[in-house]
Nanobody, 127 residues
């Protein structure tokens, strides 16, 4: 199982931008569907973006047009560029690895078991 470490979170005002990073201990370029998801206190987790090795991407409707998922294969690092941030984007953000096929399924945003997660990075948006 690949180990994942998220970073890049912080506190910004609404309308601002952040770029989250997810460093992987192993090679993730070809073997996984990589997912960013978020959890806010009292809310269910929400898958926000997924990336397949082919470059195929999926986005939640709530972030479509504002967030961009990408990957640097040389660095084994996954990114989430977040623009035009809103108060409702406040959450702890995690990256996770999933079976490759999941990026192409209707369940792409389903959060996998905890062993597939990193420890998360907190994003706080002030109005």
């Amino acid at each position: 199982q690949v180990q994942l470490v998220e970073s890049g979170g912080g506190s910004v005002q609404a309308g601002g931008s952040l770029r989250l990073s997810c460093a992987a201990s192993g090679y993730i370029a070809t073997g996984y569907c990589m997912l960013w998801f978020r959890q806010a206190p009292g809310n269910e987790g929400e898958g926000v973006a997924a990336l397949a090795p082919s470059g195929f991407t999926r986005y939640a409707e709530s972030v479509q047009g504002r967030f961009t998922i990408s990957q640097d294969n040389d660095k084994n690092t996954l990114y989430l560029q977040m623009n035009d941030l809103k108060h409702e984007d406040t959450a702890k953000y995690y990256c996770a690895s999933k079976p490759l096929y999941s990026c192409y399924s209707v369940g792409w945003s389903v959060i996998p078991t905890r062993q597939s997660w990193g420890k998360g990075t907190q994003v706080t948006i002030s109005s």
